[in-house]
């Protein structure tokens, strides 16, 4: 099972957001995970937030081994061919450790606010639906025609090729039964939900079924949640439950007690869970 550590980069000086980051490369972390928001989603007062992208972007240069991502991308916060050419060039930055995670979108409040467009549910998964397709073919570096429901594409191609062939893994974020659970079985490298064991089992079987309808292996798709570390008696069972579920990542918010409660779940908790 492997672990990363959520630094989501709101109300936080930028200092602190890289503090964060090496700290969890230090520790072993496989991944550290911003967020794709341009505001803060809780607390009072304005608070800081960096862009999602241009974090990661940065982030490269700071960091050598941990692996680099945003759980979750918002399909509606860039077009489709321009998130393609960013995802190449953090992927070349950091010598190939990006994920590449995507979601529908929800924060309408920040849509509103800031100007941009926040179509209806159906839409923006149609627009995710042609982000998946668009990014996954531009990203092989061959020109690309597509027609499709939102965007097309025309002769289109980028380059170079990303480090990562054929592309960064793709994490898909949702446990939607209509519209999200089909496009997890056809594109994703990992599914990520909240919840638990339990209460995601029957979305887990769901994507094991249009796995194999999609022509693919159910072992193919990573299965991933979260986990605090406010509690480490209780992170220890949660994790312990997951991994015998047969999950293979679980992200780890940051705790309220700050960075010794993630020392102490990397010395205490962590070893017995990799072993």
């Not at 990363?4 to 550290?32: N, S, T, Y």
């Not at 399909?75 to 010598?95: C, E, G, K, M, N």
């Not at 800031?114 to 179509?119: K, N, Q, R, S």
Request: hydrophobic share 40%; charged share 25%; proline share 7%.
């Amino acid at each position: 099972m492997r672990f990363g550590l959520d630094v989501a980069q709101q109300r936080m000086p930028w200092d602190e957001v890289v503090r964060r980051v090496q700290l969890a490369e230090e520790l072993g972390f496989d991944g550290a995970w911003g967020f794709d928001h341009f505001q803060p989603m809780y607390g009072e007062g304005p608070g800081e937030t960096f862009e999602g992208m241009t974090t990661l972007a940065a982030l490269a240069g700071l960091t050598s081994t941990i692996r680099l991502g945003l759980l979750v991308t918002g399909a509606t916060y860039r077009h489709p061919s321009v998130f393609a050419a960013q995802a190449i060039t953090v992927d070349h930055a950091s010598h190939g450790r990006l994920e590449l995670s995507l979601g529908a979108a929800w924060f309408d409040k920040e849509h509103t606010e800031l100007g941009i467009p926040f179509p209806p549910t159906g839409e923006r998964f149609d627009l995710l639906e042609d982000t998946l397709e668009i990014v996954t073919r531009l990203l092989t570096g061959e020109t690309v025609s597509y027609e499709g429901k939102v965007v097309s594409l025309k002769d289109a191609r980028l380059g170079p090729a990303p480090v990562q062939r054929p592309h960064p893994p793709i994490w898909i974020g949702g446990q939607g039964p209509k519209r999200t659970l089909p496009l997890v079985a056809r594109y994703a490298d990992v599914w990520h939900a909240w919840g638990s064991p339990n209460s995601l089992r029957e979305a887990n079987e769901r994507i094991d079924e249009l796995a194999i309808a999609a022509g693919r292996a159910p072992s193919d798709i990573t299965r991933a949640s979260s986990l605090s570390l406010d509690d480490l008696d209780t992170a220890r069972k949660h994790a312990e439950k997951f991994r015998d579920a047969g999950y293979g990542y679980l992200v780890c918010g940051w705790p309220e007690a700050g960075a010794a409660q993630v020392e102490a779940f990397t010395r205490d908790v962590l070893p017995d869970l990799t072993d």
